[in-house]
């Protein structure tokens, strides 16, 4: 949730010069509707988006929007959040079967990703793309913490 | 329907092989076909059943390059895989885990097994010109490459200047300190600090250890630098020495969770006494914790017994104290993280409580002393309007006749007299009156009622006349459903004068 405060405090402001250049990335939505177990499901897809979104932000290091502190600190905190989860399902992986198959969340989520890298290249890294990217990932942990949460109200043992 | 695309580095192969430049989704299911060629003929095609690339795709071995220190080895891992951003595990690039085994290569060389997430890692406490050999494989979730070729370094003589040792992190008021031991002096010192997130990033990190502000060429086996400088994450620390020609190896490096250290301002506090109790105020410096409480101490300031308050609220009210007493309070805060960290506690604050609920009783009896002279006066009043009544609203006979009947009302004759006074509520009554001796039924239940309510409102009235008495008051409680709209002091008047029933 705190990286989530984050992104949202730098997608402000937007410059509207900006808006020429917005793109449907087609974020997965109901991925994890239909999979099970559910909960285990919800922390992979949280480990995919950390880590990915750690994996764009450090290997094209977008200084153009953001500064270099506070660019270090999105990086500290996805990259915990990343470590935090890849423990919690490390354990869970122990328990139950260790299964050979990707899950389909976990490709929906890569693909995804793919589309937002691409575009960044075909976009040259420019300023207006970083910011429609920030603002994208931005949409990418709040869609999934709000389903989180609407399962939590609906599951009683989650 | 489908449009087959040809597979370019895969056309006209003769062997039964062809390697191919990936420009393909990895993770989209993919479909592939072949078929043979012949001068002007093919043969059907050959459908491969679909797969998903990445699911389908194994891992290959890591590579490495090995640094050679005096007495340890810089290991540097390269993931599986092109690394110029067209490889199939790009996206995987921070879920690598690596497992290494190490030895020394010679007869009694103990291989070392050791699984690293880290693409830099460093293998410390070896002897001087010694052969070390290592080999590794990666892995990636149930994904397991192959080893790696054995690779081979040997360590180089002892170095003149020695690497500081045993550094330590703490903090101190609102400052950091590092310190390490050494043996020599003369020698400088340079603290440098790295972002723990850069150890897991593949790409080269070592131009990523940053200067700590304070810590470069001093003489001093510690520096110390503001808690501003950092924020509160995971971070790796190391030091050099240098004598002005030579420097030495860096020390190991230590890693520091910098939130385990960082120091928690006090509150400031302050209080109010009222009665019995205080009321306190804690403030928290700044807003920088999630979930915290307040720790409170309380003491007289006479004796030395103290008793301790927890609160999350920061203002609070101490009830049951004794009045007139000083009391002194000071406050901290407890963080609830996992440290279970705590702030010094604030300056000491002592407040004397205010004169308690004993002197408070005097001001009681003035408030019972006046509450019975109101009454007294009531009473007073009560009777005085009887007499005034009594006075204005002459007592008469009525003609023997009128006497037999028994409950009717002498509405009547009193509206006659009474209508020099109060009108308003008459008037009403004037109409009304006459529906009375109408329905003698609803006066019958009036009166009972009222005669009942009335009986002990009877006190100091005089006996004279009573049985006209009572007829008066018979009619005048009759009046009193309809006058609700009369003042209440008149009702009142008019109930009073009722009877003392028979």
């Known amino acids: 949730k705190e990286n989530a405060r984050l992104l949202i405090s730098m997608s402000y402001p937007f410059p509207l010069r900006c808006l020429k250049d917005i793109k449907g990335f087609g974020l997965p939505q109901n991925i994890l509707s239909y999979s099970w177990p559910v909960e285990r499901n919800i922390k992979e897809a949280f480990y995919e988006i950390s880590m990915q979104a750690f994996s764009i932000f450090s290997r094209h290091s977008p200084i153009s929007i953001w500064k270099e502190e506070f660019l270090a600190q999105i990086k500290s905190g996805l990259s915990e959040q990343k470590e935090h989860l890849k423990r919690c399902l490390e354990e869970e992986k122990k328990q139950s079967k260790n299964m050979q198959v990707i899950q389909q969340s976990k490709l929906a989520l890569r693909r995804y990703f793919q589309r937002i890298e691409n575009y960044l290249k075909d976009k040259k890294y420019s300023y207006c793309a970083w910011k429609i990217v920030a603002v994208e990932i931005k949409r990418c942990f709040s869609y999934f913490l709000k389903f989180t949460e609407l399962l939590r109200e609906n599951q009683v043992s989650f | ?502």
Not at chain 2, 17 to 25: A, Q, R
Not at chain 2, 454 to 467: F, H, K, L, M
Request: with cysteine; glycine share 4%; proline share 6%.
């Open chain 2, 1 to 502: 329907m489908d449009n087959w695309i040809k597979l370019p580095g895969c056309q006209h192969i003769t062997g039964s092989k062809c390697d191919f430049f990936p420009l393909i989704n990895f993770y989209e299911e993919i479909k592939f076909r072949v078929r043979a060629e012949e001068e002007n003929s093919t043969s059907s095609w050959y459908y491969v059943d679909p797969f998903i690339p990445f699911q389908k795709a194994r891992l290959g071995p890591p590579e490495v390059r090995l640094e050679a220190e005096d007495k340890a080895v810089i290991i540097y891992l390269f993931r599986p895989g092109k690394r110029d951003g067209t490889s199939i595990w790009d996206m995987d690039a921070l879920s690598f885990e690596f497992s290494l085994v190490f030895w020394e290569n010679s007869s009694h060389g103990e291989e070392q097994e050791i699984k690293t997430n880290f693409y830099i890692s460093k293998m410390y406490d070896l002897s001087t010109e010694t052969t070390y050999c290592l080999k590794a494989k990666a892995r990636l979730s149930w994904k397991v490459s192959a080893y790696s070729p054995v690779y081979c370094i040997n360590t180089t003589a002892e170095h003149k200047l020695l690497p500081p040792e045993n550094v330590t992190f703490g903090a101190r008021n609102q400052s950091y300190v590092l310190t390490w031991e050494y043996r020599d002096v003369n020698v400088t010192f340079r603290a440098q600090w790295l972002h723990a997130f850069s150890k897991l990033t593949p790409w080269d990190n070592s131009n990523e250890w940053k200067q700590i502000p304070n810590c470069e060429n001093v003489r001093t086996t510690y520096c110390v630098f503001p808690q501003s400088v950092f924020q509160k994450k995971e971070y790796y620390f190391r030091v050099q020495a240098s004598d002005g020609n030579d420097t030495s190896f860096w020390s190991k490096e230590k890693a520091v969770q910098t939130e385990m250290y960082s120091t928690i301002l006090p509150p400031v506090v302050s209080m109010k006494s009222t009665n019995d109790s205080l009321h306190v105020f804690v403030k928290a410096p700044k807003k920088q914790f999630d979930t915290f409480t307040y720790e409170i101490i309380l003491w007289e300031n006479a004796s030395h017994t103290e008793r301790k308050l927890v609160s999350k609220r920061s203002d609070i009210i101490i009830p049951g104290l004794k009045p007139l007493t000083p009391y002194c309070i000071k406050a901290r805060v407890l963080l609830q993280d996992k440290w279970n960290k705590t702030s010094v506690f604030s300056a000491v604050v002592c407040e004397k409580t205010k004169p308690g609920a004993a002197a408070s009783i005097p001001w009681v009896i003035p408030v019972i002393v006046i509450l019975l002279l109101a009454v007294i006066a009531f009473c007073v009043m009560k009777l005085l309007w009887k007499c005034f009544n009594y006075v204005f609203f002459p007592v008469f006979k009525p003609p023997c006749s009128i006497e037999h009947f028994s409950e009717q009302p002498f509405g009547n004759l009193l509206l006659s007299t009474s209508e020099e006074q109060t009108e308003k509520c008459f008037i009403i009554e004037n109409t009304q009156s006459v529906i009375i001796v109408e329905e003698p039924e609803e006066t019958d239940e009036d009166y009972r009622k009222y005669s009942s309510q009335s009986s002990q409102d009877s006190g100091n009235y005089s006996n004279e006349d009573e049985s006209l008495g009572n007829q008066i008051s018979e009619a005048l409680l009759q009046l009193k459903p309809q006058a609700l709209s009369c003042p209440g002091e008149l009702v009142l008047g008019l109930s009073s004068l009722g009877l003392h029933s028979s």
